[in-house]
């Protein structure tokens, strides 16, 4: 063996290295465990004491020393907590969240907020487009939208604002204007990055994973050990954009609001008879503040409200007051209460009431210069109820009196009477002096304190306020919630907000139980393959086992040295590695088997096994090299896990099966000692079959030809159990303290959705639930999530143990979330569609080049797609009958992957077998050849497929819920891969060798 001097250099480094990384897990495992032992002490049993004692134990050792690496360097806690090895968010909890920046709601700023008819439907148009999956950027989207619904329209009209002006004029072009826009887009997507990656260093969580995505303005970011996930959403939603506006007083806006609920009962009435004269409408100013009118329709209101009368139902006062009915008005026996609050809804009629404010009939009746905003928080115990203020525009622009840009410092505090939290701000001395106008003419009315068009406080202005000081305070404002205000407003104000298109959120518990049921796997799996190698093997087998020990150690030490993250797809694809490993080993020892029968000495055979079995192993394994690197590419998340596992290991493995253990093996042989490689029971196994495979090859045609046909039957009427990954949605799992009957939830659910109706499925035990609904799907506000949430909890809630209250419910009974919004899921879809597609490409040209023949390519890729379609046809049978789940996400598309890598591993292996055999046997018929090509490898294939099955079986049983499903279909794909390979993939080259041969034959008859 040549250059074993430099090989044992690269494995001494490689395992040091492994070593130097792998110790600050040790350390920050140590810390952990006395951060445990220090906060059952005084917890007391108390959980959430527990984990608040335990993150103050390890936030005291942050900046502390605590790891002297050889005296040469110290590290602190913070710093071996970067340098640890990561567990993935479905193994530790938190929070995964892909954001987009929000490039819609900057061209609206841009525009001021135009009304024109052709602006407005070009927006909606580029919308409607992005969300389909348009890979083209939402400017682009809008210039076409805009030139197809008008082509003689200016978009200089509406973008001649004040702050574009001196970039568009009056006679620019909609190319130019396109092209301001453009560069406009770049610069505040830049700085919303910015900003949200600032706002996540700022938030205090241990080792936060910021990722930039190739989509422009779309980031990754993953908190691990997240328990609020509120919290964060309102962090990386908040544009903020703070302002500072007037307010009408409740007596001065009722008259219209009145107005307003006639219009709309006539309206409604006229809808249900079919009746389209609305010149019978009341007029705008009719009846505008009649104080016995008023007092009566408000008694009637607070009667009907709070309990149906004999004589009308809660409905039919509905019926005859469609807006009271939904917006309470701010009264007390009779009397409008003072201040700007208008009225109260629910938080489920929030949508509607908006909806009749957009009514382009409801409008005309309201002053311009009045607008409304919701409260950002909830006024009542219950946390349903938001309250409605009138605004006061008190400008043309139709701006705020005051903005945030005149704030040059935000703290947060306690303050008032009650001494609650609050968020202290500073001005700047223009801010000042506009803010001591404001408070001057204002005396006695209210100030509204808007962020985000949401109202976070709106003070009574007592007297004239100088020195540019005021605060945010009131709606139940916690600690964490005035520093995350404080902070947000202090970095910035993001110009184009981002919206969270797609999340993932782990509760602690179900990491907890996956990181048990994953190692439970990888235990049993690895000593099944140690086990079943050292029986087949003999002592040859150990020597193969110390190589799978050394793969795992250099595996795991070069996973932590690149800093990746270890998620559950991870550990599956290190236990698949494990049971592919073997793999390499066996074409070894197989191929030094056949030298030891050729009467070679131990020796020699072993130097020619290792040369012999060198072209298969290359051509096997970057094969499915080629498979993972596709995955990394179009994959996310916890499939990039799978990926980067699956590669990482490939080449650990190639290394130690080709090198470590060829030094172990010459080790043994220098000092003469005695290497066996197999038993009494295994020496011979497979080695004198003589099958005629092509014989028998129409048989197994037929037998593929009717699994196909069933299986494109059922995908043509049942078709597939497509996951919210590919059609976008919610799932939560729920855990109950009993079994459920699914269908009862479901209705109860449903009922709490407004007649959504969830699929809800058992989830690994009868007490537990996966619930998936596009229940308000396509609402990006930012609370929206809180919204669904508290629907959840209704619906849930007579499942639930006596006292369990919303907080309980959200921390402890819902262990996981998962978001994914239309537009990242038609990305899913398209990315999963390229990567098959580039799969099947990349291993058809190699095969091609490797094997210089386009029969060998053909072949292969004609096999996996026989292998995919059988799959993905069991799943469309199967997928209502089996008791776990089988969506089609993203990890199933992995499963396809990792399948197609593997059956061409196991075709490119007799192929190989074929080349070989080819030029050895020249005068053989190419019947023969291939029949003693898939004979002579039949062990070894045999072999590598009951090892990866046996691995596949255990991480099936013992792997947990949420990849049952995922190992389920690599178990059916390795079965039918080994299928393909001895029966399908290598009749088909001969009948296609065959085929060209006859064509060639009847074209030279031709030419005669």
């Not at 063996?1 to 494995?11: D, T, Y």
């Not at 030139?147 to 200089?156: H, Q, S």
């Not at 301001?180 to 205090?204: M, P």
């Not at 009907?304 to 039919?316: M, Y």
């Amino acid at each position: 063996m040549r250059n074993k001097g430099a090989i044992k250099l690269v494995a001494i480094l490689m395992a040091l290295v492994c070593i130097y990384q792998l110790s600050f897990t040790v350390v920050t495992s140590r810390i952990e465990k006395k951060a445990t032992e220090y906060a059952t002490g005084l917890a007391k049993g108390n959980p959430d004491k527990l984990t608040s004692l335990k993150a103050y134990y390890k936030d005291s050792l942050a900046g502390e020393t605590v790891y002297n690496f050889l005296g040469l360097k110290k590290y602190t806690y913070r710093e071996c907590q970067e340098r640890e090895f990561n567990l993935g968010l479905d193994l530790k909890g938190g929070m995964n969240v892909m954001l987009e920046v929000s490039v819609n709601d900057l061209v609206l700023s841009l525009a001021n907020n135009s009304n024109d008819n052709t602006f407005k439907t070009a927006m909606q148009l580029a919308h409607e487009r992005q969300i389909a999956g348009s890979q083209d950027d939402f400017v682009t989207l809008f210039g076409n939208a805009f030139n197809e619904t008008d082509p003689n329209a200016k978009l200089a009209a509406i973008f001649n604002t004040i702050e574009l002006r001196d970039r568009i004029k009056y006679n620019s072009t909609n190319e130019e204007v396109l092209n301001v826009l453009h560069e406009e887009t770049k610069i505040a997507i830049a700085n919303s990055v910015r900003i949200l990656r600032t706002r996540i260093d700022q938030f205090g969580v241990a080792q936060p994973n910021f990722q930039e995505l190739g989509t422009a303005g779309r980031v990754m970011i993953e908190l691990p050990g997240i328990n609020d996930p509120e919290r964060v959403r309102k962090l990386l939603q908040v544009a903020a954009k703070l302002e500072f506006w007037e307010t009408y007083e409740n007596n001065e806006v009722y008259g219209f609001m009145n107005d307003a609920n006639t219009r709309l009962r006539d309206l409604n009435t006229a809808a249900s008879t079919t009746v389209n004269d609305t010149t019978a409408t009341p007029a705008a100013t009719e009846t505008a503040a009649a104080d016995t009118t008023k007092t009566s329709l408000l008694d009637k209101i607070e009667k009907d409200t709070t309990k149906a009368s004999k004589d009308q139902s809660l409905e039919e006062f509905k019926k005859e007051n469609p807006l009271f009915g939904i917006l309470l008005p701010n009264a007390n026996e009779g009397n409008l209460m003072q201040g700007p609050v208008v009225g109260y809804a629910h938080f489920r009629d929030t949508a509607k009431v908006n909806a009749v404010f957009a009514n382009p009939q409801i409008q005309t009746i309201f002053p311009t210069t009045m607008k409304f905003f919701w409260t950002s928080n909830p006024i009542d115990g219950n946390e349903e109820m938001f309250a409605l203020l009138a605004i006061k525009v008190s400008n043309r622009e139709g701006k705020p009196a005051l903005d945030g840009a005149m704030v040059v410092n935000a703290r947060s505090d306690f303050g008032g009477t009650s001494n609650q939290p609050e968020v202290s701000l500073s001005m700047n001395a223009e801010g000042a002096k506009i803010w001591q106008r404001l408070t001057k003419e204002n005396v006695g009315k209210s100030i509204a304190i808007v962020l985000d068009n949401s109202v976070r406080s709106y003070p009574t202005v007592n007297g004239e306020i100088a020195g540019g000081r005021s605060s945010i305070s009131g709606g139940g404002m916690t600690i964490e919630e005035a520093q995350d205000l404080a902070n947000i407003l202090n970095v910035g104000r993001m110009d184009a907000p981002a919206k969270i298109t797609s999340e993932n959120v782990v509760g602690p518990s179900l990491g907890e139980e996956s990181v048990r049921s994953g190692l439970a796997s990888f235990a049993l799996a690895f000593l099944l393959v140690l086990l079943y190698m050292a029986f087949y093997y003999n002592r040859a087998g150990l020597v193969a086992n110390i190589a799978l020990i050394i793969n795992m150690f250099f595996l795991v030490g070069v996973l932590a040295s690149l800093g990746a993250v270890l998620t559950l797809p991870g550990i599956a694809g290190i236990v698949l590695t494990l049971g592919m490993a073997v793999d390499a080993n066996v074409i070894i020892y197989e191929r030094i088997r056949e030298e030891l029968r050729s009467g070679k000495g131990i020796k020699l055979a072993v130097k020619e096994g290792y040369k012999h079995a060198m072209s298969a192993i290359i051509d096997g394994n970057v094969t499915t090299l080629l498979t993972g690197v596709i995955l990394y590419v179009f994959g996310s998340g916890p499939i990039r896990g799978f990926a980067t596992t699956l590669v990482i290991g490939i080449l650990t493995s190639l290394f130690t099966a080709i090198f470590i253990s060829r030094i172990i093996f010459e080790r043994i042989m220098d000092k003469d000692r005695k290497l066996a490689f197999g038993n009494k029971y295994t020496i011979d196994f497979m080695h004198n079959v003589d099958l005629k495979f092509l014989d028998k090859r129409k048989v197994f045609y037929i037998v593929s030809g009717v699994l196909m046909t069933l299986s494109i039957i059922s995908l043509a009427t049942r078709g597939l159990n497509m996951g919210v990954d590919f059609t976008g949605g919610r799932t939560y799992i729920v855990q109950f303290d009993k079994p459920v009957n699914t269908q009862e939830l479901s209705k109860t659910i449903g009922t709490a959705f407004q007649g959504e109706q969830p699929q809800i499925t058992t989830f690994g035990s009868p007490d537990r639930v996966k619930i998936t609904t596009k229940y308000m799907i396509k609402n990006d506000a930012p609370d929206v999530s809180a919204q669904i949430d508290q629907a959840l909890y209704q619906g849930c809630q007579t499942y639930l143990p006596q006292g369990t209250d919303f907080n309980t419910f959200n921390t402890v009974n819902k262990q996981s979330s998962q978001l994914v919004g239309p537009t990242v899921a038609s990305d899913i879809v398209r990315a999963a569609f390229l990567a098959i597609i580039f799969a099947l490409i990349g291993i058809f040209l190699y095969i091609f080049v490797r094997f210089r023949n386009w029969h060998f390519g053909l072949g292969g890729v004609a096999a996996l797609f026989h292998d995919t379609i059988i799959v993905l046809g069991i799943y469309s049978i199967l997928y209502s009958i089996m008791p776990f789940s089988m969506e089609i996400d993203q990890a199933f598309i992995a499963a396809i992957l990792t399948i197609i890598g593997y059956s061409i591993n196991d075709t490119v292996i007799v192929f190989d077998r074929v080349r070989e055999f080819t030029t050895l046997f020249r005068k053989r018929d190419r019947r023969d050849i291939i029949s003693h090509s898939i004979n002579s490898t039949l062990g070894r294939t045999l072999n590598t497929a009951g090892t990866t099955l046996v691995v596949l079986i255990a991480i099936f049983l013992f792997g947990g819920a949420s990849i049952r499903g995922f190992v389920f279909a690599l178990l059916f794909g390795i079965a039918f891969g080994t299928y393909s390979s001895i029966f399908v993939a290598s009749a088909l080259v001969y009948d296609l060798h065959v085929w060209q041969e006859k064509r060639a034959l009847k074209k030279h008859q031709l030419t005669k």
